[in-house]
């Protein structure tokens, strides 16, 4: 059932409910709006999960099975190419089972399905014109092509032990792949990071960059040749494709009880500046239930010199920062031009260790970019994952826990 309401700040254009007693846990948007993807899951339960395209008015396109009866957690990630030619979904079905669906966006027609992927897929990304898919599978990332029609894995690449990855983008271009990676042996955990041409539907030679701190997520530029990511310390660290033997620049805010950033948003406004939006949790001993439990903060990166040692230098800039009500979770995207942002929050009830169903509530949000200034807060009685901007930020999506997709028609 489709719910349409009058435009109202913060009140979803429509939202919708495909499975009902399911979660949704990604989605995605073409660059127009116009096209819409999910898929549902269920963290502690089993069923068949489903892939869905809807309109910008809220009208379902199509929907596609993609697990059998009795599969276990479902729907983990999905994607659409900007020329709106393909889409794609992947998760688990079981324990060290993983799948991926590749469908024909206007109609739903499946065009490749792997069904005994080694581990959960954690992240798809397509090239723009929709010909390269990376996907991320926890301890290596696949490329897939399109080739004489034929969708088929044409390279992977395997991360160093002890090192995981749950992050991995493909440049809009397709010219290049950055991987986060994470060894949660280490205590505290250290991470990766991995950049990887791509030419002729091929990887080139990768080049790792050391981290102090665990990489849990990672973004990059559309031409694939600056990268930032979300740190286990709740900083950050930027990087470019020129530069091979270190992070470029690092910050982390001075806040007493900074922990995990899972979310960062990069954006390139204008020539010589970088805008980084990055979310992070929030310790919270105090058993004080009004406390905030998440962090949202800016940083800009303004090029100061350009053509030393062959690639540009850059100074960085502390900007705002924003307190959210909960833990954030993923859903923190920027405009092109770094005027809106994005963001999610909730947190599982870990008293039990995280094994159980119980949860908080939680928010989707929307920011002025530039100053910080919360637009607008729209709530749900459980937490909330995935969120995404359009590139012109003329609309936004939004998944939950609650089972529900939200649009949100921001024009006007």
Same mark, same amino acid.
């Given at each position: 059932?489709? =719910?349409?309401?009058?435009?109202?700040?913060?009140?979803?254009?429509?939202?919708?409910?495909?499975?009902?007693?399911?979660?949704?846990?990604?989605?995605?948007?073409?660059?127009?709006?116009?096209?819409?993807?999910?898929?549902?899951?269920?963290?502690?339960?089993?069923?068949?999960?489903?892939?869905?395209?809807?309109?910008?008015?809220?009208?379902?396109?199509?929907?596609?099975?993609?697990?059998?009866?009795?599969?276990?957690?479902?729907?983990?990630?999905?994607?659409?190419?900007?020329?709106?030619?393909?889409?794609?979904?992947?998760?688990?079905?079981?324990?060290?089972?993983?799948?991926?669906?590749?469908?024909?966006? *206007?109609?739903?027609?499946?065009?490749?399905?792997?069904?005994?992927?080694?581990?959960?897929?954690?992240?798809?990304?397509?090239?723009?014109?929709?010909? =390269?898919?990376?996907?991320?599978?926890?301890?290596?990332?696949? =490329?897939?092509?399109?080739?004489?029609?034929?969708?088929?894995?044409?390279?992977?690449?395997?991360?160093?032990?002890?090192?995981?990855?749950?992050?991995?983008?493909?440049?809009?271009?397709?010219?290049?792949?950055?991987?986060?990676?994470?060894?949660?042996? *280490?205590?505290?955990?250290?991470?990766?990071?991995?950049?990887?041409?791509?030419?002729?539907?091929?990887?080139?030679?990768?080049?790792?960059?050391?981290?102090? *701190?665990?990489?849990?997520?990672?973004?990059?530029?559309?031409?694939?040749?600056?990268?930032?990511?979300? =740190?286990?310390?709740?900083?950050?660290?930027?990087? +470019?494709?020129?530069? @091979?033997?270190?992070?470029?620049?690092?910050?982390?805010?001075?806040?007493?009880?900074?922990?995990?950033?899972?979310?960062?948003?990069?954006?390139?406004?204008?020539?010589?500046?970088?805008?980084?939006?990055?979310?992070?949790?929030?310790?919270?001993?105090?058993?004080?239930?009004?406390?905030?439990?998440?962090?949202?903060?800016?940083?800009?990166?303004?090029?100061?010199?350009?053509?030393?040692?062959?690639?540009? +230098?850059?100074?960085? +800039?502390?900007?705002?920062?924003?307190?959210?009500?909960?833990?954030?979770?993923?859903?923190?995207?920027?405009?092109?031009?770094?005027?809106?942002? @994005?963001? @999610?929050?909730?947190?599982?009830?870990?008293? +039990?260790?995280?094994?159980?169903?119980?949860?908080?509530?939680?928010?989707?949000?929307?920011?002025?970019?530039?100053?910080?200034?919360?637009?607008?807060?729209?709530?749900?009685?459980?937490?909330?994952?995935?969120?995404?901007? @359009?590139?012109?930020?003329?609309?936004?999506?939004?998944?939950?826990?609650?089972?529900?997709?939200?649009?949100?028609?921001?024009?006007?």
């Amino acid at each position: 059932m489709t =719910l349409s309401v009058p435009s109202q700040a913060g009140t979803p254009t429509w939202s919708v409910t495909p499975q009902t007693g399911l979660q949704i846990n990604s989605v995605a948007v073409s660059p127009d709006g116009s096209l819409t993807v999910a898929g549902t899951s269920a963290e502690f339960g089993s069923g068949q999960f489903y892939f869905y395209a809807y309109s910008a008015d809220g009208s379902l396109l199509w929907q596609v099975p993609v697990t059998a009866a009795n599969a276990t957690q479902g729907v983990f990630w999905v994607a659409v190419s900007d020329n709106k030619t393909v889409a794609a979904a992947g998760g688990e079905t079981a324990k060290d089972v993983g799948f991926l669906s590749i469908v024909d966006a *206007s109609n739903g027609t499946v065009l490749l399905s792997e069904t005994q992927l080694p581990s959960r897929v954690n992240q798809l990304t397509f090239s723009a014109d929709g010909t =390269l898919l990376l996907a991320d599978l926890q301890h290596q990332v696949l =490329l897939y092509a399109c080739v004489d029609g034929q969708w088929q894995q044409q390279d992977q690449l395997a991360l160093p032990a002890p090192f995981s990855s749950y992050s991995a983008v493909l440049a809009n271009d397709g010219s290049r792949v950055w991987v986060a990676g994470i060894n949660y042996q *280490s205590q505290p955990a250290t991470g990766l990071v991995m950049q990887v041409p791509v030419s002729q539907q091929q990887f080139g030679t990768a080049v790792s960059y050391a981290q102090s *701190s665990g990489v849990m997520r990672i973004v990059t530029t559309p031409d694939g040749q600056q990268a930032a990511v979300a =740190l286990h310390n709740g900083g950050c660290a930027f990087y +470019q494709a020129a530069q @091979t033997d270190a992070a470029v620049l690092s910050y982390q805010p001075s806040v007493s009880n900074l922990s995990v950033a899972y979310a960062v948003a990069i954006a390139a406004p204008k020539a010589g500046d970088i805008a980084i939006v990055v979310g992070a949790n929030l310790n919270n001993s105090s058993g004080d239930a009004t406390a905030p439990g998440g962090l949202l903060y800016r940083i800009d990166l303004l090029m100061s010199q350009t053509e030393i040692a062959n690639y540009p +230098q850059w100074q960085l +800039q502390a900007g705002w920062s924003h307190n959210l009500q909960y833990a954030v979770n993923p859903g923190v995207t920027l405009d092109s031009l770094a005027t809106k942002v @994005t963001a @999610t929050d909730g947190k599982p009830d870990e008293s +039990q260790g995280g094994s159980d169903t119980k949860e908080s509530p939680g928010n989707f949000y929307l920011l002025d970019a530039c100053s910080g200034t919360p637009l607008w807060q729209y709530g749900t009685k459980l937490m909330n994952w995935p969120m995404a901007l @359009t590139p012109d930020a003329q609309a936004a999506v939004g998944g939950s826990d609650d089972g529900s997709l939200y649009y949100w028609d921001l024009r006007g």
